[in-house]
């Protein structure tokens, strides 16, 4: 796996499939840790494509009319995997959307190998140090609720990372300028690889 040193990365299998139309048609399947801003960037990106949004933890919680924390209080962190699981294959099964996902998704294999094939996977990379300060104060995600928020973002970060990396297609650093403009970033970049000409360098992930 290649060090991460630009902005984005692309794979060759990205490539192939942006020649076909991309913007017209494709999922775009937003992956990363809590708070790089799926749901968020998704969200304008969406608008600017003219695709649905969806956030599976959104739909969970309409789905079953209760917080993420509830779910995890009642079926604990297992139970919650097993409903996400479930409710990415819904979304999965769409077509012309773009699926923000929740941060642990990547934990399962049988995940990882459900949002490669539906759709064109953009990891939002982001640093500890702006993960933390970003959910200083969140209160509601069930894993963060502990004294030691570093050490839990950390220990998330070593076991989840290389699985981001290894279903990405595209890698984009988060987090340092607004929403707004990341979501015109991710947005030109797409545009540009399917035009041909990305500034980006193309890497085939192993
Ligand atoms: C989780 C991330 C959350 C949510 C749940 C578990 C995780 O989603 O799915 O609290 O394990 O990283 P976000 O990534 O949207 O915060």
Redesign the pocket.
């Given at each position: 796996m290649p060090a991460i040193r630009h902005n984005a990365f692309w794979s060759i299998d990205a490539v192939n499939r942006l020649k076909q139309p991309l913007l017209a048609n494709q999922n775009l399947i937003l992956i990363g840790?809590?708070?790089s801003g799926?749901?968020t960037i998704g969200k304008r990106l969406a608008a600017r494509l003219g695709k649905q949004f969806f956030d599976c933890?959104q739909q969970l919680e309409q789905h079953l009319n209760v917080d993420?924390g509830t779910i995890f209080d009642i079926e604990g962190e297992q139970g919650?995997r097993q409903r996400?699981h479930d409710m990415l294959t819904t979304l999965c099964a769409m077509s012309n959307v773009v699926i923000?996902t929740?941060?642990?998704c990547v934990l399962r294999e049988d995940n990882r190998r459900l949002l490669q094939s539906a759709g064109l996977v953009i990891y939002l990379r982001i640093t500890l140090e702006r993960q933390l300060h970003r959910l200083s104060r969140d209160k509601t995600?069930?894993?963060l609720q502990a004294p030691d928020r570093w050490q839990r973002l950390q220990k998330?970060a070593t076991e989840r990372e290389p699985l981001y990396a290894a279903i990405a297609d595209m890698e984009v650093d988060s987090g340092d300028c607004s929403v707004a403009k990341m979501a015109a970033r991710v947005h030109r970049l797409l545009q540009q690889q399917q035009a041909g000409s990305a500034v980006a360098p193309v890497v085939q992930h192993d």
């Amino acid at each position: 796996m290649p060090a991460i040193r630009h902005n984005a990365f692309w794979s060759i299998d990205a490539v192939n499939r942006l020649k076909q139309p991309l913007l017209a048609n494709q999922n775009l399947i937003l992956i990363g840790p809590m708070g790089s801003g799926k749901s968020t960037i998704g969200k304008r990106l969406a608008a600017r494509l003219g695709k649905q949004f969806f956030d599976c933890d959104q739909q969970l919680e309409q789905h079953l009319n209760v917080d993420i924390g509830t779910i995890f209080d009642i079926e604990g962190e297992q139970g919650f995997r097993q409903r996400e699981h479930d409710m990415l294959t819904t979304l999965c099964a769409m077509s012309n959307v773009v699926i923000a996902t929740g941060g642990g998704c990547v934990l399962r294999e049988d995940n990882r190998r459900l949002l490669q094939s539906a759709g064109l996977v953009i990891y939002l990379r982001i640093t500890l140090e702006r993960q933390l300060h970003r959910l200083s104060r969140d209160k509601t995600r069930p894993l963060l609720q502990a004294p030691d928020r570093w050490q839990r973002l950390q220990k998330m970060a070593t076991e989840r990372e290389p699985l981001y990396a290894a279903i990405a297609d595209m890698e984009v650093d988060s987090g340092d300028c607004s929403v707004a403009k990341m979501a015109a970033r991710v947005h030109r970049l797409l545009q540009q690889q399917q035009a041909g000409s990305a500034v980006a360098p193309v890497v085939q992930h192993d």
